[in-house]
DNA sequence: CGCACCACAATTTTT
DNA sequence: TTGTGGTGCG
């Protein structure tokens, strides 16, 4: 008996180290992470600690070996012979230490955001070819609406239910509020949409909230509640979703129909989860229910990236992991492979006066690398300059545009920095913002899209009703509204028969016209591709040539926007081969313009804080880190949100590699208003040894010092092992006084010249034209062609030869 | 009905 | 400062 257990655990034992030897690249910790395949499990990933790099190794470790390292069970025909071969190692090897090599299609693993499933898929793809393509990799609404597709009739959904995004979301909560004569005063749309969502999320009904509401008689949540109900009815008339109702319609689902439960809990043998502190109740639910067969959960995530609260991400859910799952086994990646010590220091530094959280130290062994630099500025033209000036500094030393990434906390900052990189010719992109597919005119076509589809879209067809204009009111449609509940019909209907009802009598001919146009379409849609179709759309519609024929700049723009939707929808014929109307809107709904952000681009990139989350950047510029913008007002005397802004710092300060400057501005002026705020908290809490400041002392602040601040090559010879602090920062004690602004530029240049500019190189100026109380200069460089700068920006840079 | 004009408010936003 | 939404007139 005792060899059989003897043999038992020489032969595990060698199994193991044949698979230990395969992830040797991988560190201790992670390795664990790779090879704990049995029940759940939570990885707690720092910042940069390579975890995207242990769900691709776990997984590929459970398509080859199943559940062989996480087994003290012998395969079928396990004998001295076979430890023997295994020990051997070569290609026997691998079979004999497989335990049941898992199906690819028995994996799921949910992340977030399209662009975090697509890298995911793409490297699954790299590491073990064809067979990857199986495992579903996808976010948490795509496969929502995966399940969906095969079982949403079960509550009552056709399979080709369309999905509402925020913005369709809130009109129709609009015209709710509008219709039930409540005062968008007194109930914003958004907190009105939020108590709704935070209601999904614990999956409370229209009728259970109003059953609440009246209960307690509460007249703000009754409304709340009608509003609720009003709203549920009408996505579901218009067979829509949104964002919630894909989790949450996938939950009940689950829950309420148990063959459907079981059907997808025999499949997913196993689960992991990315990202786990951002998930909301529903998602967890979800996770775990889909879990709910094998039990093999594995939830990865860091507490102290946790920055979504506000959209009903509840921290709780990674905090009371192990609560949840007592069996749970708890691992800790804190080696970052990304920054330097000065940067890890202060990013620990910060975090650790948070209360709540798990406790977590990052390290690294890359040596302490630069000190993260603070410069304080007069007001926010000048920070920006700063960062422009930097970055100018850089590229001529060689590093490229695309190293440079500048954060802020509101998108409302952006504007100074573009105008400073606009003057100083440095190519930039700002991520974010007003997304793409939000914008009012490529929504308009995407309704028109969405109508021709599903006709009985009310929401969206009253969207482009009248846009452009065609004579067909507001009134009009209101009374046509009225019709459509009396008569239980969609609008359309109403609309394709307005000459039967007086009350809409004198808008009938218009209305007429106006489905006719949209029959047309139809038609033309039955037999023409979506890319066809869009142009036929663009013509007969006549709202390229509304925005074309505009003297307006902005429409101009906008006309741009709608052309280029045209490459979205030949994209996506391209990309999946599909040439449906209806896979190409479904396609649409859950794409978002961050997925389209192009690493390869090579220009500076600009976001805020939140977007940044999961990008890493060589250098790294936080601008605004003052008190009352970061942390923001509504924070400062709200412990959790103070929290919650805490780790918005965590954040941005590891996303920096080498080099990261904080700025912040004595003065600045935002939404029209100038103030005057104190430097951030977050920069005390960063230990001295690992920030050079910069502070204004007394009247001005101390000179840039560039010839310091940016040596981009690695410098040689720097101990590499425990961190001492340099030299006492004599810096901040001897400031340079400021010499007085920038002198009109126009009396050292000429047409003609020879420039040297630092980093662009030599030139000759082409042009120069007025512009402001500034020049245009136009310089032909010799390495890079010619360049657009403004003078009084460029002039800083640059030298007469 | 459509347009021009004024008041108003404005974190963050993976889907 | 920017964008949006409401009002009032032609």
Redesign the pocket.
């Known amino acids: 008996m005792g060899s059989m257990m003897d043999f038992t655990k020489r032969y595990c034992d060698a199994r193991r180290s044949l698979i230990r030897a395969k992830f040797k690249n991988l560190n201790d910790r992670q390795v664990e992470a790779v090879l704990a395949t049995e029940g759940p499990l939570l990885i707690l990933a720092g910042a940069g600690s390579g975890k995207t790099t242990v769900l691709i190794n776990r997984i590929a470790n459970l398509l080859r070996y199943g559940r062989a390292s996480d087994s003290d069970e012998l395969p079928p025909g396990a004998d001295e012979a076979a430890l023997r071969r295994l020990q051997a190692g070569g290609p026997e090897a691998e079979a004999l230490a497989a335990l049941d090599p898992v199906a690819p299609w028995r994996i799921l693993a949910i992340t977030?955001?399209?662009?975090a499933a697509d890298e995911l898929k793409a490297r699954l793809e790299r590491m073990l070819g064809e067979s990857a393509n199986d495992i579903w990799a996808c976010?948490?609404?795509?496969a929502c609406v995966r399940i969906l597709r095969r079982d949403g009739e079960k509550l009552g959904y056709g399979d080709n239910f369309t999905i509402y995004?925020?913005g369709d979301s809130q009109s129709l909560i609009k015209r709710i509020l509008k219709d039930l004569e409540l005062d968008?005063k007194q109930f914003p749309p958004r907190s009105v949409m939020s108590e709704i969502s935070r209601s999904k999320d614990a999956r409370i009904g229209p009728a259970e909230y109003l059953r609440q509401a009246k209960l307690s008689n509460d007249y703000r949540r009754t409304r709340i509640g009608q509003v609720y109900e009003e709203y549920a009815r009408r996505l579901f008339a218009a067979n829509a979703l949104d964002?919630d109702d894909l989790i949450a319609c996938t939950v009940t689902l689950l829950l309420e129909h148990e063959d459907v439960r079981s059907y997808w809990q025999r499949r997913f043998q196993y689960v992991l989860v990315d990202?786990y502190q951002?998930t909301n109740h529903l998602q967890y639910l979800l996770a775990s229910t889909l879990a709910g067969g094998w039990g093999n959960i594995c939830v990865v995530g860091d507490d102290d990236q946790s920055?979504?609260k506000?959209?009903g991400?509840t921290i709780e859910n990674i905090l009371s992991f192990e609560q949840q799952y007592k069996s749970c086994r708890t691992i800790r990646l804190e080696q970052n492979y990304r920054s330097t010590a000065h940067i890890l220091n202060a990013a620990n530094a910060v975090i650790r006066n948070n209360l709540g959280r798990k406790g977590k130290e990052l390290w690294t062994d890359a040596g302490p690398g630069d000190p993260i630099e603070l410069h304080c500025a007069d007001n926010e033209n000048e920070e920006a300059q700063y960062v422009a000036s930097a970055i100018l500094t850089n590229f001529g030393q060689g590093a490229n545009w695309r190293d440079h990434a500048v954060l802020y906390?509101?998108?409302?900052q952006s504007?100074q920095l573009e105008f400073a990189f606009k003057r100083s010719g440095i190519p930039y992109r700002i991520v974010?913002?007003t997304?793409f597919f939000d914008r009012?005119e490529v929504k308009d076509m995407l309704s028109y899209l969405n109508v021709i589809a599903s006709p009985a879209d009310d929401l969206r067809l009253s969207r482009i009703v009248?846009m452009p204009?065609?004579?067909?009111?507001?009134?009009?449609m209101e009374l046509a509204g009225e019709l459509a509940r009396q008569e239980h019909c969609s609008l359309y209907e109403i609309l394709s028969r307005a000459d039967r009802y007086p009350e809409i009598k004198r808008?009938a001919p218009k209305m007429k016209l106006f489905i006719q146009l949209m029959e047309e379409l139809r038609a033309f849609s039955q037999v023409n591709p979506p890319d066809a179709l869009y142009d036929e759309l663009l013509e007969k519609t006549g709202y390229l040539r509304m925005l074309e024929t505009s003297e307006e700049d902005k429409d101009q723009t906008r006309a741009e926007n709608v052309k280029e939707l045209k490459s979205s929808i030949l994209g996506y014929m391209k990309d999946s081969g599909d040439t449906s109307l209806d896979g190409y809107l479904a396609n649409i709904a859950?794409?978002?313009?961050?997925?389209s952000y192009d690493r390869d681009a090579d220009s500076v990139v600009m976001?805020?804080m939140?977007?940044a989350?999961?990008l890493e950047f060589p250098s790294v510029f936080i601008v605004g880190m003052e008190e009352t913008i970061f942390p923001?007002m509504?924070?400062i005397g709200e412990p959790e949100?103070m929290e919650e802004?805490r780790r918005l710092c965590y954040v941005a300060i590891t996303r920096a590699k080498r080099h990261l400057t904080l700025l912040c501005a004595r003065q600045r002026m935002l939404?029209?208003r100038t103030t005057t705020n104190r430097c951030s908290r977050f920069v005390d809490e960063i230990p001295e040894e690992d920030i050079r400041k910069q502070l204004p002392k007394g009247y001005g602040y101390t000179e840039k010092r560039s010839e310091f601040a940016y040596g981009w090559r690695e410098r040689q010879g720097e101990p590499s092992f425990a961190y001492r602090p340099p030299q006492a920062r004599e810096q901040t004690v001897k400031p340079v006084i400021r010499k007085a602004p920038t002198p009109p530029p126009t009396a050292s240049f000429a047409v003609g010249d020879r420039v040297r500019h630092k980093a662009f190189g030599e030139g000759r100026i082409a042009k120069l034209s007025p512009m402001g109380n500034d020049f245009l200069v136009e310089i032909s460089f010799d390495k890079i062609g010619s360049k657009k700068l403004m003078l009084r920006a460029a002039a800083l840079h640059m030298e007469k030869l």
């Open positions: 977030f955001t399209n662009k976010t948490f609404h795509s995004d925020t968008e964002f990202e951002d920055i979504y506000f959209r991400a906390r509101m998108n409302a504007s974010g913002g997304r009012a009248n204009p065609r004579g067909i009111g507001e009134r009009s808008a859950l794409y978002t313009d961050l997925d976001m805020t939140h977007s989350k999961g923001g509504r924070a949100e802004e939404f029209g």
